[in-house]
């Protein structure tokens, strides 16, 4: 999974018209991390990095200790990396 990848989908999905989704395969394993993580209700885990997704993630940086700017729903390497050893993914830049 490509950090980068994840970076353009949850700038570009949430302000596109409804469903529309880019890198749909990384978004969706993300999502369901989040939804494990119970942070998404799974309604949502639908490969569109919307805006659920976003507060979702922002929810989870927080957990991670983050805040301001650095909890702002977008992924960044480590805490992608650290969602991703629990949850069996491996991310790369």
Not at 8 to 28: F, I, S
Not at 30 to 37: D, F, G, N, P, S
Request: net charge positive.
């Amino acid at each position: 999974m490509s950090v980068a990848h994840l970076v353009m989908a949850a700038r570009t999905d949430p302000p596109a018209a409804q469903g529309h989704t880019t890198y749909r395969a990384e978004v969706l394993l993300v999502e369901r991390a989040l939804v494990a993580e119970g942070l998404l209700n799974s309604s949502y885990a639908d490969g569109s990095y919307g805006t659920k997704a976003v507060t979702a993630y922002a929810a989870l940086q927080r957990r991670y200790g983050y805040s301001g700017r650095d909890a702002d729903g977008i992924p960044g390497i480590t805490s992608l990396t650290r969602l991703g050893k629990v949850h069996g993914f491996t991310v790369t830049p």
